[in-house]
Each structure stands twice: as C-alpha cells, then as structure tokens.
C-alpha cells in the first residue's frame, strides 16, 4: 500500500520547490546490482561550478567537496574539506585549515592552492547567471602552505561560512579548471563522495563511488543513476512502472496529490514530506503607475486570501507565508498577518479612500510561464480572481517564457510582478539583503538604509547566527511598512520513492540539496 512519512527536522531547512525529484542509493555489492536509479526534471545547466546558481548544485553536492558542508541535521556549516573559523571578532578574517590527505578523483592533489584557484576563477569569470555575486564581500584570499587558506573580507560579514558550504564553492583542480575560462570538454573533476562516469546532456548521469574520498558523507550506496526527464508525467510513470527506483524535483502539487491516494497503480510507493524554504512573492516596482501609491499596495495586500490560493492551486503541497523569511529559517515571523490580519475587503476599500485612490485600480501582473511550473498560470489567474472580487481592481494578466520576462523586469518594465526564490543557506540574511538596494537581484531599486546600512551589516558582525532574530525581525516589520515585496506562500519538498527505499527523511540538507548517500536499498540490511 501506499506510505506517507513527514518530516518537520533539519531537512526542513531550506529550499526548492514544491517540486520532488533527485535522489540514489543502493546496497553493499561492487557489481551495481543494487545499483539506484532516479528521476528529476531538474537537469544541469552545466558542469562548470563557476557558472551555475541554479539546480546544477543538486549534481555538484555529490561529486565535488566544498571547504564546509550542511550535514543532515546541522543548520550551521560543518567541516567538509577543512576545519574553518573566524580568527578577529568582527566576522572579516575566516580561517580554513584543510584535512590531510587529500586529492581529486583523478589523482590530483587537493590543497590550499587548489581552494584558492577555485575561488578566485568564480570572480575572474564571472559568469552571467553563475556565482560571482555571492562573493560580493571577499576581498583577498591568503595561503600558507599546502593546507593553510584564509579569506580577507571587505566588511564583517558572518554569513561567509554559509557561502563557502554551498555547492557554487566546489573546489576544482587547477589543471583542468582554467583560471580565467569556463571548462569545455563536457568532462567533471572533483573529490567528492561520488564520480561522474558518463554524462548525457539531458538524459542520463552515472555516479559511482569515489574511492579517494575523504569527508564527511558516510555512503549507504555504491552508484547511482540519474535520469532527466523533460515532463513529470513521463517520470512518475518511470516511477510507477519500476523503470526508477525515486524521483526528486518536478512533481507538480496534482502528482503529489495523486500519490497521496491508495489506488493501484501507487501499490508499492512512498512519498516522503518535509517543509521547504523556498518561496514564492509578488514585487512591485514603486516607481510605476499604478502601484507607486503606498495604498494600493496596502490593499492589494489586505485583499489576498494565501489560503485560499494554496488550497486551490496548490491543494495542500504549499502553505501560507506571511514574511519574506520562511518558516523553518531562524527569525522566522508572521509579519504581514500581523499588521493585515485575515482578508478584508472593507479594509482594503478603507486605506484606497484615505489615500484618495479611486477605483477599481487598473494592475497588470506579469508573471513567467516555465520557471516555477504548471501551477504558475494557475497562481495568477487566482489572484486575479480574488482582486476583481474586491471591486477594488481591475486585474490584466501577461505571461512570458522566463528569458523574455527576465529581461522585461531587468528594465523595469512591469509594475508588479511575480518571482520566486531559493535560497542559496538557511540564513535569515538570505531571505531579506537580496532583495534591497539600489542593486538587487529584483533589478527594482529598494532603497531602505535602515536595512542595508544598520540592521545586515550590525548582524553580519555576529557569528552566533541565533543572536541576530532582533535585526531581521525589525528588517521585517520594514518590509510590511513598505510592502514592496507581498510574500504569498512556501513549498513542501517531496521525495516519491519504492518503498524499498531508505533513507529518504534524511537524504535533504538544510539547502534543500538531495544528499545523495544517505539513501539505500531496504534489501541490502
């Protein structure tokens, strides 16, 4: 029969999607008899860390190591490749010493030259779409000897340790990954758990053991097969006709729903739940017509029903979000309920009056048509729905294929949009200084100095990240006076699997990244 398992714990932590799919595993036996096989929509955009800030690090988790790591269970870095610290009392200096012995699956040796090179080739590339950003508050790094690399920062900045365990800080050998230029032969190098053996483009990816591994994965497999799938109906049918052994990215909220119920074709299936952190908002750009008025955004804001848009479009495989930091992240609040309560229209029709807004508001919502999947369409047209029930607006939709949409908001073009994040560590700073600035990853300038110049530099001093909930609660409270972001919601994660699967409450890390592992065959016990 069909089996369910929640889990509200550490791979709680962070985000994706409401999308379920990568994971592998497999039993004792060196003949791949036991060998995983797994399903994802989610396909690498490359195999060059230096130019990926997307799903690409679901792969780069398991066949690099970075200096740090998140451990099932831990929501702080962990030591991977190297035992790493601050040495000042003002987050600026960050010291990593790297283990002994360490080496790339090809031979190579793994040192302090190799760590530095990793880096420093992000910053020189810097690739368009790819990690440079992140490394915003380094300024030089230092080796001494082979095992010795401190990073000089800019600012105080205690979120460093985060960045450097996130898979965009893959360490990479000097002789294949060039210092100034993207690696081109369609090949992968790295010292992590697993070795990429064959890679398709698109279609299929063969891990095996790394036998020169040394860091802190304990495998519970020996290899495992990925396989990429274009649509999520060809992968859940894999699923069901035992053609993979899980899946993990892509399940839309009506598959989840289907295999939640106990019907034939789910005999022998298992769907294991956790809360995710990514999430899911509206931006409004406050130099446009139409919503350059602080009362029009306070009553679309009083106007949204959250829980009616997750129950009927997302059906249960979402929930409501009332702050920009979700649920399950440390400063986590209930900031826009607070202040906005349950949906008013008479409120709403209330703040338009006082401001001298006469309606029904003319809105145009943009929003992308293939990024975030099927549910997308279905989002806005609820939106839409629930703002024109108002009578307080008259709501106008455009789609656009994501390329196209993200050019249309790089120059400022839509009012009102919608986006969505991932987050890159399961840190509150994560969830609040991308978004604000005269330069953010919205491209709509977000001026607020109390944030940008007080409250993210005061807790980027401070490396205990559980004393810093004051500042980014505050940070919040400013996002609701504002309300150039509406946070609307935040996904469950999902991982579909044979019920001879194991190890699937464990196998998410704070990131959200499948740890791949972690996962095995009940039969191999």
């Known amino acids: ?48 860390p230096a130019a990926a800030w997307d799903g690409s690090w679901e792969l780069y988790r398991n066949v690099f190591q970075t200096l740090l790591s998140f451990p099932t269970g831990s929501a702080t870095p962990q030591p991977d490749a190297a035992e790493c610290k601050f040495t000042d009392t003002v987050s600026k200096v960050f010291e990593c010493r790297l283990k002994e012995g360490l080496a790339f699956s090809d031979g190579g040796k793994l040192d ?76 992968l190098t790295g010292s ?52 993979i052994d899980a899946t993990y990215r892509g399940l839309t909220a009506e598959e989840v729903v289907q295999l939640q119920e106990k019907k034939p074709e789910n005999e022998g299936l298992q769907l294991v739940e956790s809360t995710g952190a990514d999430i899911r908002y509206l931006v409004f750009n406050a130099q446009a017509p139409g919503v350059s008025k602080l009362a029009v955004r306070q009553a679309i804001a009083q106007v949204v029903d959250r829980d009616a848009l997750v129950a009927k479009v997302y059906q249960g495989t979402a929930e409501p979000l009332y702050s920009m930091v979700p649920k399950g992240i440390a400063g ?13 229209v008479d409120k709403a029709e209330k703040l338009l009056d006082e401001a001298g807004v006469d309606g029904p508001v003319a809105l145009t919502l943009w929003y992308t048509t293939d990024r975030y999947g099927s549910g997308t369409a279905a989002e806005f047209a609820e939106l839409k729905r629930q703002l024109e029930a108002s009578k307080l607006f008259r709501v106008t939709l455009q789609g656009k294929p994501w390329n196209e949409f993200q050019a249309g908001y790089q120059k400022g073009e839509y009012p009102a949009f919608g986006r969505g994040w991932f987050p890159d560590f399961p840190d509150p700073d994560n969830f609040i200084a991308p978004f604000v600035g005269k330069e953010n990853v919205l491209s709509t300038p977000y001026v607020r ?77």
């Open 192 to 243: 992590g758990p697993y070795v990429l053996n064959s890679y398709r483009e698109g279609a299929e990816a063969e891990l095996t053991r790394n036998q020169t591994y040394k860091g802190f994965a304990n495998r519970k497999n020996d290899a495992v097969t990925i396989r990429y799938f274009t649509e999520s109906e060809a992968m859940v049918g894999a699923l069901r006709k035992k053609e």
């Open 449 to 525: 100095p109390e944030i940008t110049d007080q409250l993210l530099p005061k807790s980027r001093k401070v490396s205990d990240r559980g004393a810093v909930t004051e500042e980014f609660e505050k940070a919040q409270e400013i996002l609701v006076d504002d309300v150039r972001l509406l946070p609307l919601w935040q996904g469950k994660l999902y991982i579909a699997a044979s019920e001879e699967i194991a190890g699937g409450e464990r196998a998410l890390d704070p990131q959200t990244v499948m740890q791949m592992w972690e996962l095995q065959r009940k039969t191999s016990w």
């Open 1 to 48: 029969m069909f089996n369910r398992t929640s889990l509200q714990a550490a791979a709680a932590l962070a985000s994706i999607s409401l999308l379920a799919g990568c994971g592998l595993f497999s039993g004792d036996d060196a003949d791949g008899e036991n060998k995983i096989v797994v399903g994802t929509t989610s396909a690498p955009s490359t195999l060059d």
């Open 332 to 344: 986590h609040t209930t900031a826009f309920y607070d202040r906005y309560g349950d949906p008013d």
């Open 112 to 187: 302090a030259r190799a760590v530095k090179h990793s880096i420093d080739r992000i910053r020189t590339i810097n690739a368009k779409g790819g990690p440079g950003p992140l490394l915003g508050s380094l300024d030089k790094i230092v080796t001494s000897g082979d095992r010795t690399v401190t990073f000089h920062l800019k600012e105080p900045d205690a979120t460093f340790p985060y960045i450097l365990a996130t898979p965009a800080m893959s360490i990479v050998p000097p002789e294949k990954y060039p210092a100034d230029a993207l690696r081109e032969d369609g090949k």
